[in-house]
């Protein structure tokens, strides 16, 4: 009987502690480049495919945006997509 009565003060203290010492992490819907990503109900602008000369070869670059994801508050979440292609140069 003394064991059953440890183990429940055992168990009851181990479920108080895990239970009360969790804290839930807020999420934080920021970036500290907005470049990359952005919160909003619009799709940002899209730039127009670059063509980097490197020295011997160039570079095309094409950034495209897409949805990600919501915020509980039902914001779209925006994510830069940056897509890069060797090409010869001209």
Known sequence: MKKIGLFFIYATTAALLTSCGTAT???????????????GKEAPAGKAPELLNLGSYCLSVTEKWKIDGK??????????DSLRKVQPCR
């Open 25 to 39: 992490i807020n999420p934080n819907y920021s970036s500290a480049n907005p470049e990359l990503m952005i919160i």
């Open 71 to 80: 915020t509980p508050d039902g914001q779209t979440i925006w994510t830069k």
